[in-house]
């Protein structure tokens, strides 16, 4: 679980193709009603309430499409946020300000809104050990803003695709011939391509728990759909000896008594695929 993802190339990367997919062969409306010489200056108005999140993403936005603009920061990721609130103001050539402002828009609006959701989970398990996990039920090539959005929230990531770690479920385990052979046979790739990739393993009942126990060199087991009585089941039945992530349906009426069984992890696909966004825009003064 790390944030590898936030690095300048990456975001970039991003940037480029969000930007291409809006702008294309030019911003006919800007270009055919603003001066080009035109400098203008804009805010960012809050028009709802939670955590802020995509402050940084818009810098990065706002430098992308004309070095030149200049922005002043009054607010900044993580901070709650209510109606009236101002984020920043952005100075500049028209044009550049109105070529970037959709793409900061949608993604500070739904970044926001995300890292509301996560804060209002993570703070309703504060006083487990639990931590809480998204999923990679994310919006195709918007996932380094959705992730980034949740750990602003006071979330934790987990693995960012299916490349940085291995993670065995039901599908998995089922083409395999079952968890044993699923593992011994991940065990032995990852020592042939020479990757100390950590390993997840799916199970559906405390009996998948037993077998996934005893194949062993397993980091996380995951407990899928379980009953609240089995899960306690399972936190005693492994005693620390590897990491449990509660899985399935999770949701804001369950997560508590989820948390209080003794999980180290609560996985929730919710953050990404169900949050709504938050009411931001950008105005000229």
Not at 22 to 30: A, L, R
Not at 134 to 156: H, L, Q, S, Y
Not at 161 to 189: C, P, R, S, W
Not at 199 to 223: K, P
């Amino acid at each position: 679980m790390s944030y590898d993802y936030l690095n300048p190339a990456y975001i970039q990367q991003f940037i480029a193709q969000a930007l291409q997919e809006d702008i294309g062969e030019g911003d006919h409306s800007s270009l055919a009603a603003v001066p080009a010489e035109k400098i203008a200056k804009a805010r960012l108005l809050v028009k709802d309430e939670g955590i802020l999140a995509g402050v940084e993403m818009a810098r990065h936005i706002f430098q992308a499409v004309d070095s030149a603009l200049q922005m002043e920061l009054f607010l900044k990721d993580g901070q709650a946020i209510q109606k009236g609130d101002i984020v920043l103001h952005v100075a500049g050539k028209a044009q550049s300000i109105l070529q970037a402002e959709r793409l900061v828009l949608n993604c500070m609006q739904r970044m926001s809104g995300i890292a509301t959701y996560t804060h209002t989970l993570v703070q309703k398990i504060s006083h487990t050990k639990a931590q809480l996990l998204d999923t990679r039920k994310t919006t195709p090539n918007f996932r380094i803003a959705e992730k980034w959005a949740v750990k602003i929230g006071g979330g934790t990531n987990h693995r960012f695709g299916l490349f940085d770690m291995v993670m065995l479920k039901d599908n998995h385990n089922d083409y395999a011939g079952g968890i044993t052979e699923a593992v011994k046979q991940t065990q032995a790739y990852l020592k042939r391509i020479g990757k100390p990739l950590r390993i997840e393993v799916e199970t559906r009942s405390l009996t998948e728990l037993e077998e996934a126990l005893a194949v062993g060199g397993i980091d996380v087991i995951m407990l899928d759909n379980y009953t609240l009585e089995d899960m306690r089941t399972a936190v005693a039945r492994v005693a620390g000896k590897v990491k449990l992530e509660a899985s399935g349906g999770i949701t804001h009426d369950t997560i508590v008594a989820i948390a209080e069984t003794g999980v180290d992890f609560i996985s929730v696909g919710a953050l990404t695929h169900s949050a709504g966004s938050l009411d931001l825009s950008l105005k000229a003064f």
